[in-house]
Structure formats: structure tokens, C-alpha cells
């Protein structure tokens, strides 16, 4: 029985968890900047607050996104003849997929910021998806041929961008 695993980038959860503890670093250096605040002028102290809870609001938006991306994208693959175990590092779960759980494979892609990572979406005949981002695997140009390798389906060439249709669909 043939198999492979998929080269986990350890260091994209390494980088995330730094920025969440500088996050909440900042988020308490805020408040406890707000607590001890003498308050004189009210045009001086409302720009102050206003600022202030600006920095703390977008901080902690980064940290949530932060701890969603730990969570659900550290994603270890082991791919083989009879089924994929997708193993998440983080919340210590193993998922099975055999051949015939598998529905299908598209190719999508992310947009991140300004640039746009590829991506592979797993469907299960459960209704259950699992989205692989380039930047998480050190090997993820080989992903699609070792599919067709193992003998799963030959993922869907058409890559797919869930945005913009959702975006057509509201329309």
C-alpha cells in the first residue's frame, strides 16, 4: 500500500500565534491605558477613546482571525490507496475518508490581501468540506497528481472562486 504525506508548514501556526499574543498584548496595553486616564478635556479625551477603541477593535478582529485560522487550517494529510486521514493538529481529531466518502475535488482559490493562494476543497458525500490553502504545505503543486496517482477522481480543472459566486447569486 502506497502513501504519502503532505509537508505541514509548521511555521504559518507559529507566526499566527505570535501575532495573537501580540494582539491581546495590545488589546490589554489599550484598556489599561483607558483605566488610567485622568480625564480633563472632553474633545481631547474623545479622540482619545475613539482611537483607542478603534486599535482595539481591529487587534481584536486580527486575533479572532488568528485563532479561526489555527484551528481550522492546521490540517495534517496522509494520503493513500484506500482513503485520506486529514488529522487536525490543534483540536487532536482524525477524519477517515475512504474513496467512496469522497464526492469531489475542485481546485479554488483564496484571496488573501492583495494576493490570491490556491487551494484544493475535499467534499464528502456527507456534505462536509475541507479546504487545503497553498501556504500551509511545502508540496502542494504535487496535491492534484497524487490524486490521480492513488487513483481518486481527477480533481475538476475549472478552479473555482466561492466569492464572486456568491456574489452573482445575490444579484
Known sequence: MKEYT?????LIPILRIAFLIFSVGMVILMVSWILKKEWEGISEDAVFVFYTFFIIWLFSLGAYQMIK????????????????????????????LAKADISSIFPSSKKLGRTNWDSIVIY????????????????????KELFISFGYKRPNTEVIDYYSLASKNEK
Open 6 to 10: 503532505l509537508k505541514f508548514n509548521f
Open 69 to 96: 485560522g489555527v484551528l481550522t487550517e492546521c490540517l495534517w494529510i496522509r494520503i493513500s490507496d484506500e482513503r485520506i486521514v486529514i488529522r487536525n493538529l490543534i483540536l487532536q481529531r482524525k477524519y477517515f
Open 124 to 143: 464528502t458525500r456527507e456534505g462536509k468540506s475541507y479546504e487545503l490553502i497553498q501556504f500551509n504545505y511545502f508540496d502542494f503543486k504535487k496535491f
